[in-house]
T-cell receptor
Framework: DTAVSQTPKYLVTQMGNDKSIKCEQNLGHDTMYWYKQDSKKFLKIMFS???????INETVPNRFSPKSPDKAHLNLHINSLELGDSAVYFC???????????????FGPGTRLTVL | RKEVEQDPGPFNVPEGATVAFNCTYSNSASQSFFWYRQDCRKEPKLLMS???SGNEDGRFTAQLNRASQYISLLIRDSKLSDSATYLCAVNGDRDDKIIFGKGTRLHILP
């Protein structure tokens, strides 16, 4: 049983195109995240949703727009793709934090985006 | 000081040896600490959470030093299968956000 799944696994596209990545979790978590891991392997948070509400929105170009139709799904739409957007995008989920502590995050397999 | 810092390595260690990594963090109010493992072209997976009193899971021991603001991971009797990148993660400037270090690459040599 896949806990956190993402589609597609690979995405190769031309500069200027618009693309979407989808994420689903069946762990019953209430919080989902998007991370970007660049070529230097630095894993950086982009967005976080708790019960469909955006709670973390890092300094990310507004070409990136997340959407959470329900707490088991979090999608990422990217407009006008640029070369610098090439990276691996990981979705993750967890229970929400309580008492100042963050719960373990479970990651999807990643979407490897290549912009040509 | 960066929020979370790790020695990138690589650490090249013979099989059976003991290896230790440290990870420093800048936010003295951080309360959540983790070690994740990431294999090549795979997603990060939780290796272990780090508790205040330190904790052990088989060959792996994690420690927290609040005074000096670092966490450590000790791997004993290293196996070839331990070769991976080890990421530390700490909650950062806000409680509900995890900051990952850039990872330490470990190569176990036969």
């Amino acid at each position: 049983d896949t806990a956190v799944s993402q589609t597609p696994k690979y995405l190769v596209t031309q500069m200027g195109n618009d693309k979407s990545i989808k994420c689903e979790q069946n762990l019953g978590h209430d919080t989902m995240y998007w991370y970007k891991q660049d070529s230097k392997k630095f894993l950086k948070i982009m967005f976080s949703y708790n019960n469909k509400e955006l709670i973390i929105n890092e300094t990310v170009p507004n070409r990136f727009s997340p959407k959470s139709p329900d707490k088991a799904h979090l999608n990422l739409h990217i407009n006008s793709l640029e070369l610098g957007d090439s990276a691996v995008y990981f979705c993750a989920s967890s229970h929400y934090w309580t008492s100042g502590k963050v719960d373990t995050q479970y990651f999807g397999p990643g979407t490897r985006l290549t912009v040509l | 000081r960066k929020e979370v810092e790790q020695d990138p390595g690589p650490f090249n260690v013979p099989e059976g040896a003991t290896v230790a990594f440290n990870c420093t963090y800048s936010n003295s109010a951080s309360q959540s600490f983790f070690w994740y493992r990431q294999d090549c072209r795979k997603e990060p997976k939780l290796l272990m959470s780090v508790y205040s009193s330190g904790n052990e899971d088989g060959r792996f021991t994690a420690q927290l030093n609040r005074a000096s603001q670092y966490i450590s991971l000790l791997i004993r009797d290293s196996k070839l299968s331990d070769s991976a990148t080890y990421l530390c993660a700490v909650n950062g400037d806000r409680d509900d956000k995890i900051i990952f270090g850039k990872g330490t690459r470990l190569h176990i040599l036969p």
